[in-house]
């Protein structure tokens, strides 16, 4: 029988059939479509990303995604400092969303060990603990959405241990793997992640992390995690919008907006999508200057070779006589728990 032909109202109707909104596609017709995106290499010629080795990339990498490719954004997690109750609501979306691929835009990982900012005197900070729970945050994020690759654009919170080491000890800062000719104290060797393994760390080419490194999607829509601040959500990723004449959208804001730009021949969009950590942690002390910071994300498909990419906000709602988050994608809302 149908679950629609056991709801009592058509409340409850409209509630199941929300919640039979699948992405149902084969394995098999995934990896298909995952084996026609390509990217631009530096030394020119397009490849196909299933054959792309490198752990981690220095600049502007370009892919080229086909019809269809679902993507998912996620904005300034900040772990250890994420929101728990955020994130278990946003598995729920990304294990029925299924999306191709998964792209962290940077402050994934708070590196509050390293931070000028004043801590606690009673909090304990241990370095491993943080990285340690990073790393679980990354691969179960991974894991549930069943993406086919995962990117991240490394922001400032990810350049702490540059920044540090350039501060107190440039000598060792200069230090590089031998391999791989990375800083021996890069992102993703401190996390533990392996060249041959479907994730790909993009950085800036001149090493301020994240400031200069992005991802050009289909040649328009370009993703950064962001420098220019603007008082108004959407402004700071216009200022790259004008400048470069592209559509941009970036988090290291905390804010959730977009702006639209006419030209003569097209709409230029910028988009900001928030943030997913927790302010009331310590590590977000500073957060409460952002007066107008909101949490979210993004999502979207690849349809006529545009790229189009919404943005998710995280709003309170109240839900069985409780109040709680909850955000809508398409006809389906996805809600906390307590």
Same mark, same amino acid.
């Given at each position: 029988?149908?679950?629609? /032909? ?15 909104? /699948? ?31 490198? =752990? ?13 490719? %679902? ?35 940077? &402050? ?30 990354? &691969? ?19 350049? %702490? ?87 941009? /959208? ?60 919404? =943005? ?19 006809? %389906? ?6």
């Amino acid at each position: 029988m149908s679950k629609l /032909m056991t709801a009592r109202t058509i409340e409850e109707a409209v509630k199941k059939a929300r919640g039979t909104r /699948m992405f149902n596609e084969s394995q098999t017709a995934r990896e298909n479509l995952f084996n026609q995106i390509t990217y631009e290499s530096s030394a020119g010629g397009t490849l196909p990303l299933s054959k792309y080795s490198f =752990l981690r990339y220095q600049g502007v990498l370009p892919l080229n995604l086909p019809d269809g490719v %679902r993507i998912v954004v996620l904005p300034d997690i900040h772990a250890p400092a994420h929101n728990k109750q955020w994130l278990w609501m946003i598995e729920q979306f990304l294990a029925e969303y299924r999306p191709h691929i998964l792209i962290f835009i940077g &402050d994934s990982t708070d590196f509050f060990f390293l931070s000028r900012w004043p801590k606690p005197p009673r909090q304990g900070y241990n370095a491993m603990q943080e990285l340690e729970e990073s790393r679980e945050l990354h &691969d179960r994020l991974i894991k549930v959405s069943g993406c086919l690759w995962a990117f991240e654009t490394e922001g400032n919170h990810e350049n %702490r241990t540059n920044s540090f080491l350039s501060a107190v000890a440039p000598q060792i800062s200069t230090i590089v793997d031998m391999d791989t000719q990375e800083p021996v104290m890069n992102y993703s060797k401190l996390l533990g992640y392996k060249g041959g393994e479907r994730i790909t760390f993009v950085t800036d080419e001149r090493g301020f992390g994240g400031y200069g490194g992005c991802i050009i999607l289909n040649g328009h829509k370009r993703l950064i995690h962001g420098l220019p601040l603007r008082p108004r959500a959407g402004g700071s990723p216009r200022v790259f919008t004008d400048q470069l004449g592209q559509d941009v /959208m970036h988090g290291h804001s905390h804010r959730i907006g977009e702006n639209h730009r006419e030209t003569f021949d097209e709409t230029l969009t910028a988009q900001e999508i928030g943030y997913l950590a927790n302010p009331n942690r310590a590590e977000m002390s500073y957060h409460n200057l952002l007066s107008n910071g909101h949490p979210g994300l993004a999502a979207g498909e690849v349809i006529g070779g545009t790229v189009n990419l919404e =943005l998710i906000p995280i709003i309170q709602a109240i839900h069985e006589n409780r109040l709680r988050y909850s955000m809508w994608y398409g006809d %389906r809302e996805y809600v906390t728990e307590d």
